[in-house]
């Protein structure tokens, strides 16, 4: 062997010992040699204010359970609404590669997918536990998936709120009349819903609502749940609290990923983030049934906030209403058919089941 080979197989050999001590930095190759392991830093942007309980605060553990899960391989920096791209721009940011991932929800971008809206909530549809099942166990997941490939995402469930309220208003609604002309901030498929029921309806991010309701800008807002609700301090914008949440029986958050960014992670990488995201959907729900409950006494009792309960002809009408806007949305596109049939079959099947089991046992218990 030459002295010039002898000499960088010896310095080869000193590296390898020297990094040898340093486990979480190294990998073996299959011929026992030690070699550097290869870091990520990842950017996160978001469409809730920095640190915001429960939305906000959900992005921060996804990102810190893929740290702690990597050993530091894989680092995740969060970034709040409008501290890299504004809150209703994480779609274009993810797909264009300026951040790797994102946390939001799918109904934000109906205009990037139209099948989008399907996946956070539908009206008098899938509660969180149905949607879950739906998602991982029903072939939900896969069409999602396939609603964001020509965008370059791959999205997954990460958190959900559960059944939310139908709002705050500064209107009372006694009947289907008192739905028109009415100014409310309402994202999604309710918000088509209430449109056409009269409403002007307005898609405005969180972090503006509060200041909207308090200077009339509009006259009734649906955000999330008690839990979000009370930080966002909207029982001191406006006097009535409706429910139920008609409109969203619960709200699927949604993590955007690069999906070239994501081929370049080593596969047990790749398995941290879909598993990361997966516990963080479960913590979140898990999260907001204590916390909902704990907010609405608080709200009620301390704030002395006027619960009522919509009228059964307006609920009645906003479900006709609805089911017309699913179906034609349905129409117009080939995987809006393929979404909304196996919704609608995945439904059936387990409300057949829930029937005598869930809502058996709740008419128990009452």
């Given at each position: 062997m030459k002295r010039r080979q002898l000499l960088t197989a010896a310095g080869l050999g000193l590296g390898a010992?020297?990094?040898?001590?340093?486990?979480?930095?190294?990998a073996t190759t299959t011929n026992g040699t030690a070699q550097p392991e290869q870091r990520f830093k990842w950017k996160m942007v978001t469409s809730w204010p920095k640190n915001f309980p429960g939305l906000g605060t959900t992005a921060e553990r996804f990102a810190e359970t893929v740290n702690a899960m990597s050993n530091g391989r894989l680092t995740v920096q969060v970034f709040a609404a409008g501290e890299l791209v504004?809150?209703?721009?994480?779609?274009?940011?993810?797909?264009?590669?300026?951040?790797e991932l994102g946390h939001s929800?799918?109904?934000?971008?109906?205009?990037?997918?139209?099948?989008?809206?399907?996946?956070?909530?539908?009206?008098?549809?899938?509660?969180?536990?149905?949607?879950?099942?739906?998602?991982?166990?029903?072939?939900?997941?896969e069409l999602w998936q396939q609603a964001y490939e020509a965008a370059g995402i791959l999205p997954l469930p990460c958190g959900n709120t559960g059944v939310q309220m139908a709002g705050w208003f500064n209107k009372e609604i006694n009947s289907l009349e008192d739905l028109r002309g009415l100014k409310i901030r309402m994202p999604g498929f309710g918000g088509e819903v209430l449109a056409r029921a009269g409403a002007t309806t307005v898609n405005l991010p969180?972090?503006?609502?509060?200041s909207a309701l308090q200077n009339n800008v509009i006259d009734a807002t649906d955000w999330v749940s008690p839990y979000n609700d009370l930080a966002f301090g909207l029982h001191q914008a406006a006097k009535y609290y409706y429910y139920p949440g008609w409109q969203e029986p619960c709200a699927v958050l949604e993590l955007s990923i690069n999906q070239a960014a994501f081929a370049q992670l080593p596969a047990d990488l790749q398995e941290i983030v879909r598993d990361a995201a997966r516990a963080t959907n479960q913590f979140m729900l898990d999260e907001y049934t204590r916390r909902n409950a704990e907010a609405l006494d608080t709200l009620v009792n301390e704030h002395q906030v006027e619960l009522r309960r919509l009228p059964d002809e307006v609920l009645a009408r906003l479900r006709e209403i609805s089911m017309q806007v699913l179906e034609e949305t349905a129409n117009a596109d080939a995987l809006n058919r393929q979404v909304w049939d196996s919704m609608e079959a995945f439904r059936e099947k387990v409300w057949a089941y829930h029937a005598i089991s869930e809502q058996a046992m709740y008419s128990l218990r009452s």
């Open positions: 010992v020297a990094l040898s001590g340093c486990s979480d930095q190294t504004p809150a209703l721009e994480v779609f274009d940011a993810v797909s264009s590669g300026t951040a929800a799918a109904y934000y971008w109906k205009g990037k997918s139209a099948a989008a809206p399907f996946f956070t909530a539908v009206p008098f549809g899938m509660n969180a536990q149905e949607m879950n099942a739906w998602l991982y166990e029903g072939g939900g997941l969180g972090s503006e609502i509060f």
